[in-house]
């Protein structure tokens, strides 16, 4: 299973930007998908994540401001970032937990897409 994340960029304080990450390969079933961020000397933390039903889950300081959704038919999560402030300013992931046809687990990540919050 591959993850292709895209959609980062550059965007003034108070834009928007929608972040994609579409799954590709072998795939049976995905449960969870989320996206994470790294800012610089920071450890990774989850921003959003939401289940195969639609259950979404969010950081506290991203709350009211990002929207994380999903299209179970192409295998796709997005997040959609309003209000973006510096603080925003990171190396964004997307995960997945895929599990096979004979039950298998697994995490997978995206190959993380930069998004910069300046004036």
């Known amino acids: 299973v591959q993850l292709q994340a895209s959609g980062g960029g550059l965007v003034q304080p108070g834009g928007s930007l929608r972040l994609s990450c579409a799954a590709s390969?072998?795939?049976?079933?995905?449960?969870?998908m989320g996206w994470y961020r790294q800012a610089p000397g920071k450890r990774r933390e989850l921003v959003a994540a939401i289940t195969s039903g639609i259950s979404t889950n969010y950081a506290d300081s991203v709350k009211g401001r990002f929207v994380i959704s999903r299209d179970n038919a192409k295998n796709t999560v997005y997040l959609q970032m309003n209000s973006l402030s510096p603080e925003d300013t990171a190396v964004y992931y997307c995960n997945a937990e895929h599990v096979s046809t004979t039950g298998v687990r697994g995490i997978y990540w995206g190959q993380g897409t930069q998004v910069t919050v300046s004036s």
């Open positions: 390969g072998s795939i049976f079933r995905i449960n969870t």
